[in-house]
């Protein structure tokens, strides 16, 4: 039979609803039966484009890392193959069905994979500073969590291709911006961790250590000093983590160490804490409980001292995003230092009376900071 | 100095003399150090304390 286009046009003319209705059902019927696959496909392309990203700051920082090895340190033999097994190394948590005395096993844990880690580097290079020492360390964390960013996300972003399944790529998707967010940070905490210099994190190690200053500092506990000094009849007791060195210290052992010699009357906790979306950068919050941290161990053990003692805590912090906090401090950040003292001295005289006793610890990174 | 998404960071220090106050910024230099006296005052021949270290970030 001949197609024949005028007779076709005629029809259409007579019948046109029913061609507009054909034009509109094929989209729903494709998107009924082939919807998800199409969300799949566009939602992919975006995760991929980040993954690739992701691939690209670990090559680059792990580069760097090598890079800065070789030119500025002497190992007797090429330190790139062991170092680069390390960016490997994994860490199988405690089993967490009966938590009960899991801080003390993921303590354990942290600190034999820290001291692991230090033996080896030290091992591998010769007359390495403590202070090259603790940024190697910073460095290798950051190429290490970049790795595991990197393949986590590829990860997920791989098995929900296999299985051309769309909800398992949406925590994916929610999530990318945060992991994007954080891996950004890391990659751009790399310059200021090579040159030692302080970051957004270093501001309550900033402004404790300045009240140090001509004081006679001794170790409260590993990489962590503290000192004694007296403001308008109280005493205070200053600890901090051992700076230059890139460490947060152990604040915990060394509230363990103090409080064996005296009680204090009030914990005072400075820290850089993360500003919520529409706060403010560097602005100044006050509040109670421990402010640190961390996988949380110090924090339990801070918290379970000052319990078992009855001695209230105190925190002061310095808002900031992840990005300032460990990369190189800003100026906003360095200019609170002297605001959050003051803050600091208010918050001793509203709370304490003559003769009373304070410990003020200084939490985070004290990269480039002294005391 | 630094680069990421073409904003440039360059880093100061800002250094305070023990003795007569006067303060100055300048870039940083490989060794230093937050509350280390790097060099004496001009001025008054005093210690000059490193009081901060920053970055400054240009778009």
């Not at chain 1, 009680?263 to 906790?269: A, E, F, G, T």
Request: hydrophobic content about 40%.
């Amino acid at each position: 039979m001949d197609f024949n286009f005028d007779e076709f046009l005629t029809w259409v003319g007579e019948d046109f609803d029913t061609l507009m209705m054909l034009i509109w059902i094929l989209p729903v019927i494709i998107f009924v039966f082939y919807g998800q696959r199409i969300q799949l496909l566009i939602s992919s392309n975006e995760i991929k484009k980040d993954i690739e990203k992701l691939d690209e700051y670990t090559a680059s920082t792990k580069k760097d890392f090598l890079n800065y090895v070789t030119n500025n340190l002497t190992s007797k033999t090429d330190p790139s193959k062991r170092l680069d097994s390390f960016f490997d190394y994994f860490t199988i948590m405690p089993v967490d069905m009966d938590p009960n005395g899991i801080i003390s096993k993921i303590n354990h844990l942290i600190r034999s994979r820290e001291d692991f880690i230090r033996l080896q580097i030290n091992g591998m290079f010769s007359n390495l500073s403590s202070v090259e020492l603790s940024k190697i360390q910073n460095l290798l964390e950051i190429v290490t969590t970049l790795q595991l960013f990197y393949k986590h996300t590829r990860h997920l972003y791989l098995t929900a291709k296999k299985q051309k399944n769309f909800p398992l790529i949406l925590p994916l998707q929610m999530m990318i911006p945060f992991i994007m967010e954080e891996a950004v940070a890391l990659k751009d905490a790399m310059p200021a961790i090579k040159k030692g210099q302080p970051i957004g994190d270093s501001i309550g190690p900033m402004i404790v250590g300045q009240m140090m200053l001509k004081t006679t500092k001794e170790s409260a506990a590993f990489e962590t000093v503290w000192s004694k000094t007296t403001f308008e009849d109280r005493e205070l007791f200053l600890l901090k983590a051992e700076g230059p060195n890139a460490t947060v210290g152990r604040p915990g052992d060394g509230f363990e160490k103090i409080i064996s010699s005296k009680k204090p009357d009030l914990v005072i906790m400075i820290d850089a804490a993360l500003k919520l979306e529409g706060e403010d950068s560097a602005s100044i919050a006050k509040g109670f409980g421990a402010a640190i941290g961390g996988i949380g161990t110090e924090r339990f053990k801070i918290e379970d001292i000052a319990t078992k003692n009855n001695i209230p805590i105190l925190a002061l912090v310095v808002k900031q995003s992840i990005h300032e906090a460990i990369t190189l401090m800003t100026d906003d950040i360095a200019n609170k230092a002297n605001t959050v003292r003051d803050e600091l001295y208010q918050m001793i005289r509203e709370n304490t009376v003559s003769g009373q006793t304070i410990l003020v610890i200084g939490v985070g990174n004290t990269i480039g900071v002294s005391q | 100095m630094s680069k990421s998404n073409n904003k440039l960071t360059t880093c100061y220090t800002y250094l305070e003399c023990n003795s007569c106050k006067i303060s100055k910024k300048r870039k940083f230099v490989d060794g230093d150090v937050v509350f280390f006296c790097p060099e004496n005052c001009l001025d008054c021949e005093g210690k000059m304390l490193i009081t901060k270290i920053f970055g400054v970030t240009m778009d």
